[in-house]
């Protein structure tokens, strides 16, 4: 796949949460809790969503809806972009990707099942990206909310830095 070339070997096992894991289990793991999301709930995963959400998974990189469009197109999809859109803005809608504002990229959700506040933590040199849980209603955050009256119901934590790969790139 050409559009990674600009990235470290292939074979380099993905971060999640910067972690060495095993991918395929990731991803295996990922598709089953959607697939079983979509039946609870009567949504379809159609095949162009369902591609989308397997180009993502590919690594835990953010991906923008060009470069989604491009890989639909190679994988034989049609080169529409309004089919690209509307199959980011359904698996968004559910939670099943979320959007990084600061890349305007997408990421495949890792805990699909779960009703969920993400932070991320986005790595500046190679885009790759760690999702973790943030709780909007605690911290300075939250007790200054709660002074003000204000009730928190959504919050979008990006963090922005070296990811364990590229710590030795950096410091260079
Ligand atoms: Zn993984
Ligand atoms: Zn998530
Ligand atoms: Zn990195």
Request: charged share 25%; glycine share 6%.
């Amino acid at each position: 796949m050409t559009r990674n070339t600009r990235h470290a070997p292939v074979e380099r096992p993905a971060p999640l949460g910067f972690q060495k894991h095993d991918h395929e289990v990731c991803v295996a793991q990922v598709l089953a809790a959607t697939e079983a999301r979509c039946a609870k709930e009567g949504l379809r995963l159609t095949p162009v969503r369902r591609k989308v959400l397997e180009l993502l998974l590919q690594e835990h990189r953010a991906l923008g809806a060009y470069a989604i469009l491009d890989m639909l197109r190679e994988a034989g999809f049609g080169s529409q972009p309004p089919v690209a859109y509307r199959a980011l803005d359904f698996l968004a809608e559910h939670g099943f990707v979320h959007k990084i504002e600061r890349l305007n990229a997408f990421v495949a959700c890792v805990h699909p099942d779960e009703a969920h506040s993400p932070a991320f933590m986005i790595c500046r040199i190679c885009d790759s990206v760690a999702e973790t849980h943030s709780a909007p209603a605690k911290g300075a955050l939250g007790a200054v909310a709660r002074e003000a009256g204000f009730r928190i119901e959504r919050t979008v934590v990006e963090a922005e830095g070296v990811c364990p790969d590229c710590a030795d790139q950096a410091a260079s």
